[in-house]
């Protein structure tokens, strides 16, 4: 058994002060943290005016993550770090005095725009938990995610898992046995996470971590079928499709078994969407295509379709239809108009049908969001060229090589400059 050591609990200063009222809607947010000290203070920052109290643990930092926290108002506590996420969320939660939970990671902001909908959420009585929008920034497969992150301050609800842990099961529970309950889904975007850079996944060691820790769940929890999809989505992302594959394979028959999870459908939806992704890269065009149809026909939101969505439209277009492409294409940017690659690949459909001032919109569109889109920039001198705006196409190619070079893609940005010398641009 792990050591948890408490630590004086600090004065607040900036989070509210009048738990001790036990309003009905006060929240304590708890976060478990190591070695944070560059994002702890935005994160805690993004949830003052909502939460009431702020109850960091930590796991072993050696920066000034724990000064920062308590410089913030945050109530800090010691755990010692047993390779079970779970058990120093609950530790987490063990101190709240609120009668709600919210949950961050040091690496997530909540948005501003999602509060008036968040307080509303705490006022409800019938409500156990919400399920948030998680806008996984720098994600390459999949840039948004459903998490349980605001739930009632209740013995019975706690988390389970070694790794990717979740309170879904205690709320399954708890509404099978008491049905007045229900469960919220706010619709939009609840938080920002930072932590799927590559960059970020290198510095922490997440791939390791992660395949350890959920082997471990699964060896005590063979039947997990959240736990087979998330593995199994890791293995099929670095390139061990069979293994992936059967993961996958094992979490649609465990479901297939019945479940009465309240997110069975986003499990289901995980499991589908992810292999899907390993047909495609096996060029099992049709499975794939099955298998993306039956995640869209699940009931989960809108939003988190867009990556299902994202990837069909690029199979159409593999496949030369572009046509189809295009309508699934129009209906990601209807669902995410702030999405830039929506718009790119829009633009790339576009292209290739010979739309080339639709594309050329389209494109724009893209670098409005971003504006340091090299490959949208790119596209787009391409498409000028052949709408014969020569000036307007070097134009889009020289901010193509720059922004290729300040992101590292030098062999990109030296392509481009032999194709415009090829051309008899320069």
Avoid at 34 to 56: G, M, P, T
Avoid at 78 to 98: P, Q
Avoid at 183 to 210: C, D, W
Wanted: include cysteine; proline fraction near 3%.
């Amino acid at each position: 058994m792990a050591r948890r050591h408490a630590s004086p609990r600090e004065s607040p200063k900036g989070f509210g002060q009048d738990l001790g009222k036990c309003k009905s809607t006060a929240v304590s947010l708890c976060a478990i943290v190591k070695n944070e000290s560059h994002r702890i203070a935005d994160c805690l920052d993004s949830a003052k005016d909502f939460v009431d109290e702020a109850i960091i643990v930590d796991t072993g930092s050696t920066d000034d993550t724990i000064a920062i926290a308590k410089k913030s108002g945050a109530k800090v506590f010691k755990f010692e770090w047993c390779d079970d996420f779970a058990a120093a969320r609950n530790y987490a939660l063990s101190h709240a005095t609120g009668n709600w939970i919210l949950v961050l990671d040091a690496d997530e902001k909540l948005e501003p725009e999602a509060k008036p909908a968040l307080h509303q959420i705490v006022k409800q009585p019938e409500c156990i938990a919400a399920n948030l929008v998680r806008q996984e920034i720098g994600a390459q497969q999949s840039p948004y995610s459903l998490v349980s992150r605001l739930f009632r301050r209740r013995k019975d609800i706690n988390f389970c898992g070694y790794y990717h842990e979740s309170i879904d099961d205690s709320i399954a529970k708890i509404c099978h046995q008491e049905p007045s309950w229900k469960v919220f889904t706010i619709p939009g975007v609840s938080i920002q996470h930072y932590g799927y850079s590559n960059s970020e996944i290198s510095l922490k060691g997440k791939h390791e971590l992660a395949l350890r820790l959920m082997h471990k769940h699964l060896d005590r929890f063979p039947s997990d079928a959240y736990m087979c999809s998330k593995l199994g989505a890791l293995y099929v992302e670095s390139g061990d499709l069979e293994r992936g594959m059967a993961l996958l394979e094992r979490g649609i028959d465990i479901l297939g078994r019945g479940s009465n999870l309240q997110t069975q459908s986003q499990i289901e939806f995980e499991l589908y969407y992810h292999t899907a992704i390993a047909h495609t890269q096996k060029s099992q065009w049709q499975l794939a295509l099955n298998f993306y149809q039956q995640s869209l026909g699940l009931d989960v939101p809108e939003i988190v379709k867009l990556p299902a969505l994202n990837n069909l439209g690029n199979l159409w277009q593999a496949q030369g239809d572009s046509k189809s492409a295009i309508a699934v294409y129009q209906r990601v940017t209807d669902i995410a108009p702030n999405f830039a690659k929506g718009f790119y690949n829009l633009g790339i459909a576009l292209k290739a049908s010979g739309q080339l001032q639709q594309a050329v919109d389209a494109y724009d569109r893209a670098l409005a969001i971003d504006p340091e889109y090299a490959d949208a920039y790119q596209n787009l001198g391409v498409a000028l060229i052949h709408s014969g705006q020569i000036q307007q196409a070097i134009a889009a190619f020289t901010s193509a090589i720059k922004y290729h070079e300040q992101q590292n893609n030098p062999e990109r940005a030296q392509a481009i400059r032999a194709g415009i010398r090829d051309l008899g641009l320069v």
